[in-house]
């Protein structure tokens, strides 16, 4: 499956941000989606994911009530809605997909296949 991320941008503390994340080639309604991020010098974090049988969303907890992740499998796509972003949510956002049903869903590991990344730069 191939994904495509977009969305970024630039905007200051306390804005909102709706990243997308476009599947194609596979079957998206059978995948685990995740959303991770990567800030400079740091390594590649968990922030929110969604099994493939839907549910609720899981979050980490640095993102928890300003973060709302969801699917449109009609679209074959996932939305990451961020809201009172903060300077230290700066970072390459990544989405991801878990086609073989890993129970890593909170771990860059439990994914194989990653979009190019989207970056995303809050201003104090």
């Known amino acids: 499956v191939q994904l495509q991320a977009s969305g970024g941008g630039l905007v200051q503390a306390g804005g909102s941000l709706r990243l997308s994340c476009g599947a194609s080639?596979?079957?998206?309604?059978?995948?685990?989606m995740g959303w991770f991020r990567q800030a400079p010098g740091k390594e590649r974090e968990f922030v929110a994911a969604?099994?493939?049988?839907?549910?609720?969303?899981y979050y980490a907890d640095s993102v928890k009530g300003r973060i709302t992740m969801s699917r449109d499998n009609a679209k074959n796509t996932v939305y990451l809605q961020m809201s009172s972003l903060k300077p230290e949510d700066t970072a390459v956002y990544y989405c991801?997909?878990?086609?073989?049903?890993?129970?890593?869903?909170?771990?860059?590991?439990?994914?194989?296949?990653w979009g190019q990344g989207t970056l995303v730069t809050v201003s104090s």
């Open positions: 080639g596979g079957t998206f309604s059978r995948y685990g």
């Open positions: 969604i099994m493939w049988s839907g549910g609720r969303p």
């Open positions: 991801a997909a878990n086609t073989r049903y890993s129970s890593n869903w909170d771990a860059p590991g439990g994914y194989d296949s």
